[in-house]
T-cell receptor, first 114, second 116 residues
Framework: AQSVTQLGSHVSVSEGALVLLRCNYS??????LFWYVQYPNQGLQLLLK??????LVKGINGFEAEFKKSETSFHLTKPSAHMSDAAEYFC????????????FGQGTRLTINP | GAVVSQHPSWVICKSGTSVKIECRSL??????MFWYRQFPKQSLMLMAT?????????EQGVEKDKFLINHASLTLSTLTVTSAHPEDSSFYIC????????????FGPGTRLTVL
């Protein structure tokens, strides 16, 4: 069975600092991996996805993530945090190419300090 | 593009009543829609997969007679919580997969259900 673990339910960084949100996955088949962001009272928005092409994936709003098979990780990073990045972030895994049956991590709340 | 709406955004009902939640893809056709449940400070849990014109596929542990799903058109899926009880109170989120670009799910804003 697939699973996702997000280390740290709450991450706080200063504006302009590096953002690093950790995600480790478990999958018996080559996974498809996703990062979503959820702003208060809004739906989830896709940040980026890994679908077995390049291991370094660039997404929207300056975010990127690197797929590391040896570490079973798909950490999300952004070089310089902005106040507007404050939100809940979810990592998800699917074993199906067609984005079926996403399994989500617990979520990480990102707070940006001025 | 790729906007998914849900209605209502929140609902309060009495125990024993039924509640219907709509999920619409506004600018694309969705052959597949998904229904998730999210408890406070917890992750999203897939409840069922809904395919247009066919019966929904429910995840293990989800009562199909309790959570009725209908996907009558390529832009609309509904979730009906029947005989709701306080333990059904939760945040229900739908998503839709664009039939043209099948590798991404687009999510609705969610519906907060409170059962008194």
């Amino acid at each position: 069975a697939q699973s996702v673990t997000q280390l740290g339910s709450h991450v706080s960084v200063s504006e302009g600092a590096l953002v690093l949100l950790r995600c480790n996955y478990s999958s018996s088949v080559p996974p498809y991996l996703f990062w979503y962001v959820q702003y208060p009272n809004q739906g989830l928005q896709l940040l980026l996805k890994y679908t077995s092409a390049a291991t370094l994936v660039k997404g929207i709003n300056g975010f990127e993530a690197e797929f590391k098979k040896s570490e079973t990780s798909f950490h999300l990073t952004k070089p310089s945090a902005h106040m507007s990045d404050a939100a809940e972030y979810f990592c998800a895994v699917s074993e199906y190419q067609g984005a079926q049956k996403l399994v989500f991590g617990q979520g990480t709340r990102l707070t940006i300090n001025p | 593009g790729a906007v998914v709406s849900q209605h209502p955004s929140w609902v309060i009902c009495k125990s024993g009543t039924s509640v219907k939640i709509e999920c619409r893809s506004l600018d694309f056709q969705a052959t597949t829609m998904f229904w998730y449940r999210q408890f406070p400070k917890q992750s999203l849990m897939l409840m069922a997969t809904s395919n247009e014109g066919s019966k929904a596929t429910y995840e293990q542990g989800v009562e199909k007679d309790k959570f009725l799903i209908n996907h009558a058109s390529l832009t609309l899926s509904t979730l009906t919580v029947t005989s709701a009880h306080p333990e059904d109170s939760s945040f229900y989120i739908c998503s839709a997969r664009d039939r043209r670009t099948t590798d991404t799910q687009y999510f609705g804003p969610g519906t907060r259900l409170t059962v008194l």
